[in-house]
């Protein structure tokens, strides 16, 4: 039944890819009009133009202002993909374009239907009505009659209405990721923790590599409107969602903390919003100097106000790029995204929390039902809350990325004082709950080797431990169990070049160049994941974002290439990345519908060379111990359900005593009162404790008297072990012996 669940999925994102978004009938549409030399004297607030073939007509609605006097010549250029594929001359004298023939000085409005001669239409080739995502630009001069001088330059961007920004291919991804990170959790339940620890370190970063996609569209680079739309798919795993309740209720909490919200879509029945196509320095220079003019006229609070809100141009209309270009396009108000990507991660959290408690409950109410046997799912529902926690953890290692971008972004908007405590909230408490989280798991790992010389001991063999801090180190070999450091502190310093860098599209080029560069190289080097296949997986994710981070080097003109370059990368890039995610996700959907078909899921995979898999014993294996253990307990005096200290100082213990405690919670053993009564009786008859056949510091061979236990890595005494002891059988247990399992396991 999964399996048939996944392939309907399957089915339908190859359904939505083949059948792009938009409207059935073929059309070509321009929305904005853009001026494209200094000093323009004809700039249009409002611009809508429709062609469509079947009747070759093409509607405008244009509202323009104009400076021109006198009779001119439209000399138009037509390109695609920054090719030139139609260069014309038009007098609009000759059409007969009212208005237009001679110009006067004004507010110009025009709404008419202008026929398309068929010699026209059939210099447009088919695909531009079929090509989702078409980067198709007009750029028309006016130039005069008598002198042939230009006085204007206006582009207009050309659509065909086809998209590959489609809500189901949204809907597929993130339906995907959530059941293979849900399958690992179950997986791992069943207690096959080698395949559900693999599952997971897919999962993992498969949505890493959507987030890496998302924060391509965040940056303030020209991006081809293919590379947009393809962005745009996974802005859902940035928590960027558009909810139309939701934005209500942003705007009022905006405006009583005191905040201003920005009213783009409610003009947009009146003014235009440009998509921002170029690099903020290769902008319209009319648009760029007129602000900069305006911005350095107006009073300083005002400016303020004017940094934050959406670049107004001259003519009336809008410019939006980077992380606004991402917020319009996902219908949102660029001041309601910070609060947007906030609540829906806190609503992820919120989700989860009440998921795991529910999955608890049935868990319970089946096996007192006898729907379900009282061994399954044990050790999830003995330390549910301690699984909790891990998983909440784990919660803000996937929503990092997230609310460091939109918390530092936040910062410089400051849409309103509420909001900005809020950023400051989440942000430190985030990076501090990870980095303390890190140091935790450095402490233990080192603790471990000072113990048993192997940082996998304590780090996989105690189960509060693992499924705690695990989320932190799991996916890593034992021995790079550091490397969750680098890991962070790659997602912070790429979250401040999006956040702090929106002015600068060339300082993100090559700050994500160098980072991405360095992240390929670490991996390469380090190779710190678990095993081989886990290595190539990620590696091979490294070395596509640094492609990509080539590409936005290229696509901020810093070399001056040609139109003609950023349409072509822009291609390549946009099929790079889709067949790659594919590959991605039928590796990933592949491996985890295996499992579930495996009648023994961990066999499919080869066992670590850290030997982490001897570690992990579950509580349900280690209940078995003998009445000796169970007298060592209570020897020491422990009692059932109690723990000292915090419950997060893990590591204050290793796992001969905090872990030994649970497994010898005397609650769940049957301890004969005589066996108790005679142990001490014998300890008062014999001065020397009785002497185990097997010397523990030897496994497996006889113990002699000459032999000595080696020293204690943690304790300078070397002084032989056997001839000092206490007189308590008990103590002398728990001190040469500490588990039935750990015997003979050379660990000791």
């Known amino acids: 039944m999964w399996f ?184 791992n339940g069943l207690g096959h923790s080698n395949a559900a620890a693999h599952i997971a370190s897919g999962a993992l970063s498969l949505f890493g590599f959507f987030q890496a996609q998302a924060i391509l569209g965040l940056t303030a680079i020209h991006l081809p409107p293919v590379v947009q739309s393809w962005t745009q798919d996974f802005q859902w795993s940035m928590g960027i969602i558009n909810v139309d309740f939701m934005q209500d209720i942003f705007t009022w909490y905006q405006r009583a903390t005191g905040g201003t919200p920005s009213t783009i879509f409610d003009s947009l029945t009146t003014v235009s919003v440009q998509v921002e196509k170029r690099a903020l320095a290769a902008l319209p220079d ?9 911005a350095a006229l107006i009073p300083r609070a005002a400016g303020a106000l004017l940094k934050r809100a959406n670049i107004m141009t001259g003519s009336g209309s809008y410019i939006v790029f980077g992380i606004q270009r991402v917020a319009f396009r996902a219908g949102i108000e660029t001041t309601n995204l910070f609060m947007t990507g906030l609540t829906f991660f806190c609503l992820f959290v919120l989700i989860t929390i009440g998921a795991v408690a529910a999955f608890k409950g049935l868990c319970e109410l089946a096996v007192k039902q006898k729907w379900m046997k009282g061994d399954t ?103 790079a169990y550091y490397f969750i450091i680098p890991v962070l502190g790659y997602t912070l310093v790429k979250a401040m070049f999006i956040a702090f860098a929106q002015g600068s599209g060339t300082a993100q080029a090559v700050g994500f160049l160098i ?12 190779r710190p994941w678990m095993d081989k296949s886990t290595n190539s997986f990620n590696i091979a994710i490294c070395a596509v974002n640094f492609i990509n981070a080539i590409f936005l080097l290229i696509f901020s003109d810093v070399f001056n290439q040609p139109p003609l370059v950023n349409g072509v990368i822009g291609l390549i890039l946009f099929f790079l990345n889709a067949i790659f995610a594919t590959i991605l996700l039928i590796m990933v959907i592949v491996s985890t519908a295996l499992v579930f078909y495996r009648k023994n899921p961990d066999g499919r995979y080869q066992f670590m060379a850290d030997d982490r898999a001897s570690f992990m014993k579950s509580q349900s294996q280690l209940t078995g111990t003998t009445e000796l253990d169970a007298l060592a307990a209570t020897a020491r005096g422990d009692k059932a359900g109690y723990k000292h200290g915090l419950d997060l100082d893990d590591d204050n213990e290793s796992i001969s005593s905090a872990s030994m405690r649970r497994r010898t919670d005397t609650s769940n053993l049957t301890i004969p009162t005589g066996a108790v009564n005679s142990s001490y009786g014998r300890n008062n008859n014999n001065v020397n404790a009785p002497h185990s056949p097997v010397d523990p510091s030897v496994p497996l061979f006889p113990a002699s008297g000459a032999q000595q236990r080696a020293p204690s890595p943690y304790n300078g005494s070397s002084a032989p072990l056997r001839p000092q002891h206490s007189g308590s059988p008990p103590e002398y247990r728990a001190q040469n012996n500490a588990s039935p399992w750990q015997r003979g396991a050379g660990y000791d």
């Open 377 to 479: 799912f044990l050790e999830f529902r003995n330390g549910w809350l301690t699984v909790l926690k891990g998983i909440l953890f784990r919660l803000t290692l996937i929503g990092y990325p997230q609310m460091a971008i939109l918390c530092l972004w936040e910062f410089t908007q400051v849409d309103s004082p509420a909001e900005v405590v809020l950023a400051v909230f989440f942000i430190v408490g985030m990076t501090a709950t990870l980095g303390w989280a890190a140091s935790k798991v450095i402490r233990i790992a080192r603790r471990s080797v000072a113990m048993h010389r192997n940082p996998a001991y304590i780090l996989f063999s105690d189960p509060q431990a693992l499924n705690k801090w695990g989320f932190l180190y799991i996916q890593f070999r034992a021995s």
């Open 515 to 526: 980072i991405e560069a360095g992240a390929l190289i670490a991996a390469s080097v380090l």
């Open 286 to 294: 009319a648009a760029v100097n007129l602000y900069r003019r305006s």
């Open 4 to 187: 048939s669940t996944l392939r309907s999925v399957i089915l339908l994102a190859w359904l939505s890819a083949l059948i792009p978004g938009g409207s059935c009938e073929p059309m070509l549409v321009s929305n904005s009009l853009n001026t494209c030399q200094l000093d323009s004297q004809f700039t249009a607030s409002l611009f809508r133009v429709v062609y469509t073939p079947n009747n070759n007509t093409a509607f405008l609605n244009i509202v323009a202002t104009s400076s021109v006097e006198g009779s001119v010549v439209f000399d138009i250029a037509i390109s695609a993909y920054g090719y030139n594929i139609i260069q014309t001359t038009i007098d609009p004298c000759k059409i007969g374009l009212a208005g237009l023939c001679p110009m006067t000085a004004g507010k110009i409005p025009l709404k008419f239907n202008l026929p398309v001669s068929d010699e026209a239409a059939s210099q447009i080739p088919g695909i531009a009505y079929t090509f989702p995502d078409l980067d198709a630009t007009v750029r028309v001069f006016l130039n005069m009659t008598d002198t042939g001088k230009s006085v204007a330059c206006v582009e207009a961007d050309i659509s065909n209405g086809k998209t590959v920004d489609l809500i189901a291919v949204k809907w597929v991804l993130a339906i995907i990721a959530g059941l293979v990170l849900c399958s690992s959790a179950i997986i």
